[in-house]
């Protein structure tokens, strides 16, 4: 099966601008979720969907949002762009078709789209 | 926020030698994942050890899971430069699939 795909790969946007990012998760694999990775925070979670409904999110503005299709793809969208945005942005896939509750499924990460904000 | 603290930071080695990692958490787990970072690029899955499981192997890796000290170790034996990487743990917390990482361990194995 092929992996977890990211576009683009590299981005760079300024200040006040919205920046979109896909991801296609590994077939069959309806649960997506993105993580945001600093040098300063680490790697945070932001948010996950499961068949097209945010099923968790983390801490974060609303600037940060997300959706999933139908197909299980993701985009997840980031608005009014500031310098603090710059990052690491990763998407994982799993196989979990639980509903409810921890999850107990591994999960497996894309390349990661790296975002600048000048 | 963390789910917890990783140990040590940093470590250096020579290769051919062991390299062991330790991870500490908060919360009570179902289970508890190790991936595998190169110089940041994506992260790679490389072992998940349940709950109930006290050990496990992969290869040249060996995970034990301590559940009584919430804590949980890896170990890289007959490491190779290859192995240099970022090494995080990372457990389900807060629903679904919600993953909270640990800090990382910067592994440099020298030739």
């Known amino acids: 099966k092929a992996g977890v795909t990211q576009t683009p790969r590299y981005l760079i946007k300024t200040r006040g601008q919205q920046v979109t990012l896909s991801c296609s998760p590994i077939s069959g694999h309806r649960s997506v979720s993105w993580y945001q990775q600093t040098p300063g925070q680490g790697l945070q979670f932001l948010f996950e969907?499961?068949?097209?409904?945010?099923?968790n999110k983390g801490n974060f503005p609303g600037r940060f949002s997300g959706r999933q299709f139908s197909n299980s793809r993701s985009e997840m969208n980031v608005s009014t762009l500031e310098l603090g945005d710059s990052a690491l942005y990763l998407c994982a896939s799993s196989g979990s078709g639980r509903a409810l509750g921890a999850g107990t499924d591994t999960q497996y990460f894309g390349p990661g789209t790296r975002l600048t904000v000048l | 926020s963390q789910q917890g603290e990783e140990d040590p930071q940093a470590l250096s080695i020579q290769e051919g030698e062991n390299a062991t990692m330790n991870c500490s958490y908060k919360?009570?787990?179902?289970?508890l994942q190790w991936y595998r970072q190169n110089s940041g690029r994506g992260l790679v899955h490389l072992i998940l050890?349940?709950?109930?499981?006290r050990e496990k192997h992969s290869g040249r890796l060996r995970v034990t899971l301590d559940t009584s000290k919430k804590s949980s170790s890896l170990l890289i034996t007959a490491s190779r430069a290859a192995d240099t990487a970022s090494y995080f743990c990372a457990s389900y917390t807060g629903g679904g699939n919600k993953l909270t990482f640990g800090t990382g361990t910067q592994l440099k194995v020298e030739l």
């Open positions: 919360t009570s787990i179902n289970n």
């Open positions: 969907y499961f068949s097209e409904t945010q099923r």
């Open positions: 050890i349940r709950s109930n499981e």
